[in-house]
């Protein structure tokens, strides 16, 4: 039960630092942005000690483990499979136009409405 209770606290915290945002309208952009990030802290740092919370951490911290492992594509070859996506989209387009052309051609036929 008192794990749900800090869940909630750390949304109503989360909720509060943006009702901050709006309500100190009238104030300079740092503050009100600043009232955010302060909710955003409190929140984390009350998530922090739930087992939920520490989960999700670990989650987040496996998860940018395994991004870092990722091989990205070089440039060259972004940029050649780039074209042949570009290629293939023009080709299919120019198919499905004759496509349509002629199943608009043979829809007027049969129905006696062509030249």
């Known amino acids: ?62 998860a940018v483990a395994e991004s870092r492992k990722v091989v990205w594509p070089t440039r060259k070859e972004t940029i ?4 042949v996506v570009f290629a293939l989209v023009v080709v299919m387009a120019a198919f499905l136009a004759v496509v349509d052309i002629g199943f608009a051609f043979m829809v007027k036929w049969l129905l006696g409405r062509g030249a």
Not at 26 to 32: E, F, I, Y
Not at 80 to 83: D, E, I, N, S
Request: charged fraction near 10%; proline fraction near 3%; glycine fraction near 8%.
């Open 80 to 83: 050649q499979t780039t074209l």
């Open 1 to 62: 039960m008192l794990n749900k209770i800090k869940l909630l606290l750390a949304i109503l915290l989360l909720v509060a630092g943006i009702a901050g945002f709006y309500l100190l309208a009238d104030k300079p952009t740092v503050v009100r942005i600043l009232a955010v990030l302060a909710g955003l802290a409190a929140s984390i740092a009350v998530l922090w000690t739930t087992p939920i919370g520490q989960q999700s951490f670990s989650f987040i911290g496996e």
